[in-house]
């Protein structure tokens, strides 16, 4: 392995075996696995959980990380090819991501992309202009529309609790005073899909994910003997739901244009996650959700402080997924 992008690049049974490694170094630690190998990580959006956890890991494993975030301590990095720079930027990214790189043995980059065209957005342009400058390992830590690390978590949570394979997983939108990327939702229902589970992405009117995430998640789906649909009622979705993932993304109606947006979403501040949502789910319904989430906004108090939240075991495991994809990419076997 020498990249970990999507969870789409590998075969399901590729990613059981991850999540066995994962489980493998949780049981029984190897402290020296990764004695003398450094990891970059490259930050152009904030973080607690990637960056944390990263360093976390790679200190497990014996190894070091450093981290750059542009324009805090560093130079605030141009990306746009071809920018005439006379602004704020004083690096482009196509000598500081090489540079960073000769200094370790693999890199991660966050870069949420731009959020002005869907298709560039969905195309990962932003991010693939920066990966191309790089024959390192690499991880992608968030990019526009994927967040594989989250998805690798979140796949070994639900074993974790043994939600079943073929169980209902319903992503609902949540409300959050702004758009926010397409990244989680898009890279949770591919997981689910691929794991084999039934999902069913609920969402008001102008929130539909885009045709080709749902079309490379159902093709997931088809192969795993999962199913993928989409519905804006949500009675239908939460009866017999084993989870719901909650997860607050921009109208991909109005993407690019955050008034339109703005003016979408003021009439859905009820789409705050309660325990009420959960009266025909299955008895034991899981509530997910990535961190951060704004409380009593998309979920409230008492689901996040019930038993049903597993928010914190999806954050821990963020660092012990991610350390068996350092290890495979660092060490191999
Ligand atoms: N879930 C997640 O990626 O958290 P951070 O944005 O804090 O890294």
């Known amino acids: 392995m020498n990249r970990f992008l999507d969870l789409a690049d590998f075969e399901r049974d590729e990613i059981v075996a991850l999540l066995d490694l994962a489980r493998r170094l949780e049981a029984r630690p190897e402290p020296h696995a990764l004695a003398g190998k450094i990891l970059g990580l490259l930050f152009f959006n904030p973080s607690l959980r990637t960056l944390a956890s990263f360093q976390a890991g790679m200190a497990r494993l014996g190894g070091t990380s450093f981290v750059i975030t542009p324009g805090q301590g560093s130079y605030l990095m141009e990306t746009r090819l071809g920018a005439v720079m006379n602004g704020a930027a004083a690096e482009h990214v196509r000598e500081g991501i090489p540079v960073l790189a000769s200094y370790c043995d693999a890199l991660g980059i966050r870069a949420f992309g731009e959020a002005r065209s869907l298709a560039d957005d969905l195309g990962e342009t932003s991010f693939k202009a920066m990966t191309a400058l790089l024959d390192k390992p690499l991880i992608n830590l968030e990019s526009a529309a994927n967040h594989p690390c989250q998805a690798l978590a979140d796949w070994k949570t639900l074993d974790d609790y043994a939600v079943p394979r073929g169980g209902r997983f319903v992503l609902s939108w949540a409300y959050h005073p702004r758009a926010l990327p397409l990244a989680v939702p898009a890279a949770a229902t591919h997981m689910a899909a691929m794991?084999?589970?039934?999902?069913i992405v609920l969402r008001p009117e102008g929130f539909g994910?885009?045709?080709?995430l749902l079309e490379k998640a159902r093709r997931a789906a088809a192969a795993s003997g999962g199913s993928v649909r989409e519905t804006a009622d949500r009675d239908d979705a939460?009866?017999?739901?084993?989870?719901?993932?909650?997860?607050?993304?921009?109208?991909t109606a109005h993407y690019g244009d955050p008034e339109a947006d703005a003016r979408l979403r003021a009439a859905l501040t009820g789409w705050c996650v309660r325990e009420s949502w959960f009266a025909r789910a299955a008895p034991d319904c899981r509530l997910m959700h990535c961190l951060p989430v704004r409380r009593n906004t998309a979920v409230a108090d008492e689901v996040l402080d019930g038993p049903r939240s597993v928010v914190q075991r999806e954050a821990?495991?963020?660092?012990?997924a991610q350390m068996a994809v350092l290890y495979r990419l660092l060490k191999g076997a």
Do not use: T
Not at 195 to 199: A, D, I, W
Not at 209 to 212: C, R
Not at 238 to 251: D, I, M, P, Q, R
Not at 316 to 320: E, G, L, P, V
């Open 238 to 251: 939460l009866a017999g739901a084993h989870v719901v993932y909650a997860k607050e993304w921009g109208s």
């Open 195 to 199: 794991r084999g589970m039934e999902v």
């Open 316 to 320: 821990q495991n963020r660092m012990i």
């Open 209 to 212: 994910l885009p045709a080709p």
